[in-house]
Protein backbone atom coordinates (compact mmCIF):
# COMPACT_ATOMS: atom_id res chain seq x y z
CA UNK A 1 0.00 0.00 0.00
CA UNK A 2 1.05 3.55 -1.02
CA UNK A 3 0.72 6.16 1.19
CA UNK A 4 0.94 10.54 0.85
CA UNK A 5 1.88 12.05 4.37
CA UNK A 6 1.62 16.04 5.88
CA UNK A 7 2.02 17.67 8.92
CA UNK A 8 2.57 20.91 10.91
CA UNK A 9 2.80 21.84 14.24
CA UNK A 10 2.42 25.38 15.09
CA UNK A 11 3.21 27.19 18.55
CA UNK A 12 -0.24 29.33 17.89
CA UNK A 13 -0.22 33.12 18.85
CA UNK A 14 -0.73 32.81 22.60
CA UNK A 15 1.91 29.81 23.71
CA UNK A 16 5.47 31.07 23.88
CA UNK A 17 6.99 27.32 23.01
CA UNK A 18 5.46 24.19 21.33
CA UNK A 19 5.14 21.56 23.29
CA UNK A 20 3.54 19.67 20.82
CA UNK A 21 5.57 17.11 18.68
CA UNK A 22 5.37 14.93 15.82
CA UNK A 23 7.41 12.20 13.46
CA UNK A 24 6.53 9.64 11.04
CA UNK A 25 8.80 7.15 8.91
CA UNK A 26 8.56 3.57 7.27
CA UNK A 27 10.66 1.39 7.81
CA UNK A 28 11.46 -0.47 5.01
CA UNK A 29 12.63 -3.86 6.28
CA UNK A 30 9.26 -4.35 7.53
CA UNK A 31 7.41 -2.82 5.13
CA UNK A 32 5.52 -0.42 7.74
CA UNK A 33 4.46 3.20 7.73
CA UNK A 34 3.93 5.51 10.95
CA UNK A 35 3.24 8.35 12.78
CA UNK A 36 3.23 9.31 16.54
CA UNK A 37 1.47 13.17 17.82
CA UNK A 38 2.41 14.41 21.64
CA UNK A 39 0.95 17.16 23.56
CA UNK A 40 3.60 17.82 26.46
CA UNK A 41 2.32 19.92 29.95
CA UNK A 42 3.83 20.94 33.01
CA UNK A 43 6.05 24.06 34.29
CA UNK A 44 8.40 25.88 32.77
CA UNK A 45 9.68 23.80 29.42
CA UNK A 46 8.84 20.54 30.99
CA UNK A 47 5.73 19.33 28.82
CA UNK A 48 7.99 19.94 25.42
CA UNK A 49 11.25 17.91 27.49
CA UNK A 50 8.38 15.08 27.90
CA UNK A 51 6.73 15.13 24.50
CA UNK A 52 10.48 15.02 23.22
CA UNK A 53 11.39 12.22 25.42
CA UNK A 54 8.31 10.35 23.99
CA UNK A 55 8.38 11.00 20.24
CA UNK A 56 12.54 10.12 20.76
CA UNK A 57 11.95 6.85 21.96
CA UNK A 58 8.83 5.67 19.85
CA UNK A 59 10.85 6.50 17.26
CA UNK A 60 14.25 5.20 18.30
CA UNK A 61 12.05 1.48 18.73
CA UNK A 62 10.23 1.96 15.47
CA UNK A 63 13.31 2.25 13.29
CA UNK A 64 15.41 -0.47 14.66
CA UNK A 65 12.88 -3.09 14.87
CA UNK A 66 14.23 -5.76 12.48
CA UNK A 67 11.23 -7.99 13.17
CA UNK A 68 7.18 -7.78 13.42
CA UNK A 69 6.16 -8.32 17.30
CA UNK A 70 4.49 -12.14 17.18
CA UNK A 71 2.17 -10.57 19.76
CA UNK A 72 1.19 -7.87 17.35
CA UNK A 73 1.07 -4.33 16.83
CA UNK A 74 -1.63 -3.27 19.55
CA UNK A 75 0.22 -4.90 22.35
CA UNK A 76 3.63 -3.75 21.06
CA UNK A 77 2.48 -0.12 20.94
CA UNK A 78 1.13 -0.46 24.55
CA UNK A 79 4.51 -1.74 25.47
CA UNK A 80 6.54 0.42 23.87
CA UNK A 81 4.42 3.44 25.34
CA UNK A 82 4.69 2.02 28.91
CA UNK A 83 8.93 2.07 28.49
CA UNK A 84 8.59 5.68 27.64
CA UNK A 85 6.39 6.67 30.63
CA UNK A 86 9.10 4.81 33.13
CA UNK A 87 11.51 6.88 31.46
CA UNK A 88 9.48 10.31 31.49
CA UNK A 89 8.25 9.67 35.05
CA UNK A 90 12.31 9.25 36.39
CA UNK A 91 13.48 11.73 34.20
CA UNK A 92 10.62 14.02 36.11
CA UNK A 93 11.72 12.70 39.17
CA UNK A 94 15.87 13.83 38.52
CA UNK A 95 14.89 16.91 37.54
CA UNK A 96 13.60 19.28 39.67
CA UNK A 97 12.36 21.71 36.75
CA UNK A 98 10.84 19.02 35.35
CA UNK A 99 8.58 17.90 38.48
CA UNK A 100 5.04 17.18 37.13
CA UNK A 101 5.47 16.64 33.53
CA UNK A 102 4.10 14.91 31.02
CA UNK A 103 2.66 13.93 27.88
CA UNK A 104 -0.11 12.91 25.84
CA UNK A 105 0.47 10.16 22.90
CA UNK A 106 -1.24 8.17 20.04
CA UNK A 107 1.08 6.08 17.51
CA UNK A 108 -0.21 4.80 14.36
CA UNK A 109 1.26 2.16 12.81
CA UNK A 110 0.08 0.75 9.11
CA UNK A 111 1.17 -2.68 8.44
CA UNK A 112 -0.28 -3.77 5.10
CA UNK A 113 -4.47 -3.95 5.30
CA UNK A 114 -3.79 -3.49 9.30
CA UNK A 115 -3.91 0.06 11.18
CA UNK A 116 -3.29 -0.41 14.62
CA UNK A 117 -3.86 2.97 17.21
CA UNK A 118 -2.42 3.24 20.97
CA UNK A 119 -3.12 6.32 23.22
CA UNK A 120 -2.87 8.06 26.24
CA UNK A 121 -4.69 11.59 26.58
CA UNK A 122 -6.65 13.69 24.60
CA UNK A 123 -5.21 13.71 21.51
CA UNK A 124 -6.64 11.87 18.44
CA UNK A 125 -6.87 9.83 15.74
CA UNK A 126 -9.82 10.44 13.09
CA UNK A 127 -10.69 8.21 10.14
CA UNK A 128 -12.29 9.36 7.02
CA UNK A 129 -13.73 6.32 5.25
CA UNK A 130 -16.47 7.16 2.27
CA UNK A 131 -16.37 10.91 3.51
CA UNK A 132 -17.74 9.35 6.48
CA UNK A 133 -15.69 10.45 9.77
CA UNK A 134 -15.17 8.76 12.76
CA UNK A 135 -12.98 9.19 16.11
CA UNK A 136 -11.11 5.88 16.38
CA UNK A 137 -10.16 7.29 20.17
CA UNK A 138 -11.77 8.50 23.08
CA UNK A 139 -9.74 10.82 25.13
CA UNK A 140 -9.12 10.02 28.35
CA UNK A 141 -10.15 13.14 30.22
CA UNK A 142 -12.23 13.56 33.39
CA UNK A 143 -14.78 14.89 31.47
CA UNK A 144 -14.94 11.98 29.14
CA UNK A 145 -15.57 9.78 32.15
CA UNK A 146 -18.12 11.54 33.55
CA UNK A 147 -19.65 11.64 30.04
CA UNK A 148 -19.32 7.21 30.35
CA UNK A 149 -20.71 7.10 33.34
CA UNK A 150 -23.98 9.17 32.53
CA UNK A 151 -22.98 11.64 35.43
CA UNK A 152 -23.03 14.74 32.93
CA UNK A 153 -24.92 15.20 29.18
CA UNK A 154 -22.97 15.39 25.90
CA UNK A 155 -24.67 19.65 25.90
CA UNK A 156 -22.70 20.22 29.52
CA UNK A 157 -19.56 18.17 28.44
CA UNK A 158 -19.46 20.32 24.79
CA UNK A 159 -19.89 23.74 27.61
CA UNK A 160 -17.17 22.53 30.44
CA UNK A 161 -14.51 24.70 31.08
CA UNK A 162 -12.38 21.85 32.52
CA UNK A 163 -12.94 19.12 29.50
CA UNK A 164 -9.03 19.41 29.15
CA UNK A 165 -8.32 18.01 32.63
CA UNK A 166 -6.82 14.51 31.79
CA UNK A 167 -7.96 11.52 33.15
CA UNK A 168 -4.62 9.56 31.81
CA UNK A 169 -0.74 11.01 30.97
CA UNK A 170 2.32 9.70 30.03
CA UNK A 171 4.83 10.20 32.65
CA UNK A 172 3.04 11.84 35.49
CA UNK A 173 2.65 9.12 37.34
CA UNK A 174 4.75 5.39 37.92
CA UNK A 175 2.08 3.54 36.13
CA UNK A 176 0.07 4.09 32.66
CA UNK A 177 -3.00 2.54 31.36
CA UNK A 178 -2.46 2.21 27.25
CA UNK A 179 -6.10 2.12 25.32
CA UNK A 180 -5.53 0.16 21.65
CA UNK A 181 -7.90 -0.57 18.67
CA UNK A 182 -6.96 -2.32 15.54
CA UNK A 183 -8.91 -2.01 12.16
CA UNK A 184 -8.43 -3.42 8.22
CA UNK A 185 -7.63 -0.25 6.48
CA UNK A 186 -8.05 -0.11 2.92
CA UNK A 187 -7.09 2.07 -0.24
CA UNK A 188 -8.89 5.59 0.28
CA UNK A 189 -8.92 5.67 3.67
CA UNK A 190 -7.49 9.57 4.97
CA UNK A 191 -6.60 9.44 9.12
CA UNK A 192 -5.55 12.29 11.10
CA UNK A 193 -4.01 12.54 14.08
CA UNK A 194 -4.35 15.61 15.83
CA UNK A 195 -3.65 17.95 19.68
CA UNK A 196 -6.67 19.57 21.09
CA UNK A 197 -5.29 22.75 20.18
CA UNK A 198 -6.49 21.60 16.68
CA UNK A 199 -9.48 19.55 16.65
CA UNK A 200 -11.07 21.26 19.55
CA UNK A 201 -11.99 24.05 17.50
CA UNK A 202 -12.81 22.73 14.26
CA UNK A 203 -16.01 21.24 14.12
CA UNK A 204 -16.84 17.44 12.67
CA UNK A 205 -17.97 18.87 9.73
CA UNK A 206 -15.53 20.96 9.07
CA UNK A 207 -12.38 18.46 10.01
CA UNK A 208 -14.34 16.09 7.09
CA UNK A 209 -14.32 19.08 4.17
CA UNK A 210 -10.61 19.16 5.21
CA UNK A 211 -9.83 15.73 5.14
CA UNK A 212 -11.79 14.98 2.21
CA UNK A 213 -9.16 17.74 0.22
CA UNK A 214 -6.67 15.66 1.19
CA UNK A 215 -7.53 12.80 -0.04
CA UNK A 216 -8.52 14.50 -3.73
CA UNK A 217 -4.74 16.15 -3.21
CA UNK A 218 -3.57 12.73 -2.40
CA UNK A 219 -4.52 10.79 -5.61
CA UNK A 220 -3.45 13.74 -7.63
CA UNK A 221 0.06 13.20 -5.92
CA UNK A 222 0.89 16.28 -4.26
CA UNK A 223 -0.38 16.01 -0.94
CA UNK A 224 3.48 15.58 -0.17
CA UNK A 225 3.97 18.64 -1.72
CA UNK A 226 3.51 22.43 -1.15
CA UNK A 227 -0.65 21.24 -1.88
CA UNK A 228 -0.62 19.00 1.70
CA UNK A 229 1.09 21.48 3.93
CA UNK A 230 -0.99 24.51 2.35
CA UNK A 231 -3.74 22.37 3.39
CA UNK A 232 -2.32 21.75 7.34
CA UNK A 233 -1.52 25.09 7.41
CA UNK A 234 -5.02 26.29 6.49
CA UNK A 235 -6.98 24.09 9.06
CA UNK A 236 -4.36 25.37 11.97
CA UNK A 237 -5.17 29.48 10.70
CA UNK A 238 -8.87 28.15 10.46
CA UNK A 239 -8.53 26.94 14.42
CA UNK A 240 -6.92 29.91 15.43
CA UNK A 241 -9.06 32.16 13.62
CA UNK A 242 -11.49 30.14 15.89
CA UNK A 243 -10.18 31.26 19.30
CA UNK A 244 -7.58 28.27 19.36
CA UNK A 245 -4.79 29.51 22.61
CA UNK A 246 -2.88 26.44 22.42
CA UNK A 247 -0.17 24.70 20.39
CA UNK A 248 -1.66 23.04 17.51
CA UNK A 249 -0.26 19.94 16.01
CA UNK A 250 -1.75 17.67 12.63
CA UNK A 251 -0.39 14.74 10.52
CA UNK A 252 -2.68 13.41 7.69
CA UNK A 253 -2.23 9.54 5.84
CA UNK A 254 -4.06 8.94 2.84
CA UNK A 255 -3.99 5.65 1.40
CA UNK A 256 -3.61 5.90 -2.76
CA UNK A 257 -3.47 2.46 -3.56
Not at 28 to 52: F, P, R, Y
Request: aromatic share 6%.
Amino acid sequence: MNYQVSTLSEKGNFRSNNEDAIAYGVNDKLNITWMIIADGMGGHLAGEVASSLLIDYIEKEIVQLDAKPESGWCRWIAQQIVSANEIIFEHAHKQDECKGMGTTGVVVIFDKQQCSIGWVGDSRAYLLRDSQLSLQTEDHTMIQYLLNKGAITANEAEKSNTKNLLSRAIGSKKDVEVDTISYHAVQGDTVMLSTDGLHDYLTPTEITEHMKEFASLAYANVAHEVAGISLCKKMTEQAITQLSKDNLTLGLISITE
